[in-house]
C-alpha cells in the first residue's frame, strides 16, 4: 500500500500532469501544500520501515524525528488520520502507537507468545514497550476475582493509598487516565477474549464525558485510527457501569452547591450518545443518560469525599462489588 503511493508520486513527478493530482488525495496535497505533502511522507517512510522490521514506533519518536518540520506532536494525529482514511487500514497496521496511558496494578504476566517469555508485573505501570513484538496478556496462576477499570488517574492512586488492592486480592486495578488509549483497550479486550468469566466492571464520573468514557471502553469506537487489524472495533462486551451512578446523586444528600451544571456541550454529548446504536439495549446506561438530562445536574466521583474521605473505598465500593457480585472483603 504504502509503496503505491510513492509510485503514484514519483510516476506524477516524472510526467508533471496536473489533472493527475486530481484523482489522488496525496498528490493533490503535493500541489496544494507542499508542507503538509512533505509531513506524511515522513510518517509513511517510518512506518513503512516499522512493518517491515515489525516494529512499534510512537507519534513522539515521529514527531522528534524532525522537530522543525511537524512544530508540534499534535500535528501528527490528523496527519494519521488521513493516511489511515486514504489507505482505508487501521493505525494498528501502521504499526504507530500513541505512549501509552495504560497504569495497571495487582498480579499480571505478559509474555512473547508460548515461548515461555514471561515477566511479571506486580503493583506497577505495564510499559507500552511489552506491547511490541507480539507480547500476549498471561493472567497470574490465581485468577483475578474482578478487573475495576477506574476512569480517574487521582481515584486510581487513592484507591491504592487506602489499601483497596489488599482488601479484595486477587484483582486487578486499570486506569488510561481518562479516555482509553488503543494499548488500554487491547490489553483489557485480550483479557476479555480469553478470561470471559472474570467481571470487569468501571468507575466513572457521574457526567457525560464519564458515560462516554464508559463507552468508549465498552464498545470501542469508529475512527479508524482506533480499531483493531481487521479493522473492527476494539471493545469489552463483558463491562458493567458500576458507578458513579448519576441516579444515586440524591441518595447522598450532598449540598446542592457541592454539584455541577450540565452545559450546552454536555446536554449536545448526551443526546448525541443516545442516538447510538450500540447503546440502544443498555437499560441502565440510558437511564443515566436520561436522569442527567432531566435534572442538568452531574457530579464527579470526588463528591463522595463529601461524606468522609474514605467512603468510596470503604463503603461505596464494598457494597457495590457485593450488590453486582457477591464478592466481600479479605478478612
Known sequence: MIEGIVYEVMKFLKSGNIDEAKESHFLELLVKKPEEFTRLMVILKMAHEAVREDKFITKRSIYYSNPVLFKRQSIIDPLLSKICKELSIPRCALKINASSKLIVYGDIYLGLGYEGDVIKRNNLGIPESLFKSGYEVIISECLPQFILIIEKDTIFRKLLNEKFYEKFKPCLLVTAKGYPDLITRKFLAQINCKHPNIPIIGLFDADPHGLNVFCTYKYGTTNPMMQNEDGNPIS????????????????????????????????????????????????????????????????????????????????????????????????
Open 236 to 331: 469489552i462486551p463483558n463491562l458493567q457501569l458500576c458507578g458513579l451512578l448519576p441516579t444515586e446523586i440524591s441518595f447522598f444528600q450532598i449540598k446542592e452547591t457541592d454539584l455541577l451544571k450540565l452545559t450546552k456541550r454536555d446536554k449536545s454529548l448526551l443526546n448525541t450518545m443516545l442516538k447510538r446504536s450500540t447503546i440502544q439495549h443498555e437499560s441502565i446506561l440510558l437511564k443515566q443518560i436520561n436522569y442527567l438530562l432531566f435534572t442538568e445536574i452531574k457530579a464527579q466521583l470526588e463528591i463522595l469525599n463529601t461524606i468522609h474521605s474514605n467512603y468510596l473505598t470503604n463503603e461505596y465500593l464494598p457494597n457495590k462489588l457485593e450488590l453486582l457480585l457477591g464478592i466481600l472483603p479479605n478478612k
